[in-house]
């Protein structure tokens, strides 16, 4: 049996997104503001919240609103 790298990507993506300990969008959100003010405070936000960080990188939504968060706060300070 061969396995080519769209296979692969399947195999990964389902073991992903089956993960027990992963987090929706809405309890992303909900801890996004805390994960921000980490990570502009200089701590490792990646570390202190990795199930954020963990959804941050597979959910293009969440990213996008993290980022927005980010460059606002910044923007203020
Ligand atoms: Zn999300």
Redesign the pocket.
Known sequence: MTLDLHTLKQMVRGILTTRPDEIG?DE?FEQLDRFVEMKLAGKNAAEAMPLVQD?LER?H??REEFEALLAALRALE
């Open positions: 969008c992303c959804h959910c939504d969440c």
